[in-house]
């Protein structure tokens, strides 16, 4: 039983507060350094805040001291969507959310970290919700 995710804005701003709704649906960036997850360490599954579906493992998170929660792989290939991103005159790849469609930040490679993927997954933590191992959802 799937949910239709095709919701216009003003139903996602019923469902989101004001920041998550800036970076989820309208590309957004939330401020380096003050996501709640940026240095947590808490084992358990980071899943989507606008659609709950699985994204990431604390097992494939890591410390890249960027200022955002940084992953080396999401946990499932076909959990998000990447797309070209030439905003703010940069080529970026945008990472979105493959079940709602939602921005959750960009993917980088070959910045040298040692990763078993070479990428770095650059998530705003307004975009994630985390299972803590043991928790149930």
């Known amino acids: 039983m799937s949910e239709n995710w095709n919701l ?18 309208r590309g957004g960036t939330e401020p380096a350094f003050v996501g709640e997850y ?14 709950n579906t699985e994204l990431f ?13 940084s992953f080396f792989d999401p946990a499932d290939s ?11 005159g940069m080529v970026r790849t ?6 709602c469609n939602s921005h959750l930040g960009h993917v980088f490679k070959g910045e040298g970290y040692n990763t078993p993927t070479d990428l ?3 998530i705003n933590s307004v975009c994630l919700t985390l299972e803590a191992a ?4």
């Open 8 to 25: 216009s804005d003003k139903e996602w701003q019923e469902r989101l507060s004001a920041a998550e709704f800036d970076v989820l649906r």
């Open 38 to 51: 940026t240095d947590t360490e808490t084992e358990g599954i980071y899943r989507c805040r606008a659609c």
């Open 57 to 69: 493992r604390s097992t494939e998170k890591f410390h890249s001291h960027c200022g955002w929660p």
């Open 78 to 88: 076909d959990a998000v969507i990447l797309k070209e991103d030439r905003t703010f």
């Open 94 to 99: 945008e990472v979105l959310c493959a079940q």
């Open 120 to 122: 770095r997954y650059c």
């Open 134 to 137: 043991g928790d149930t959802a």
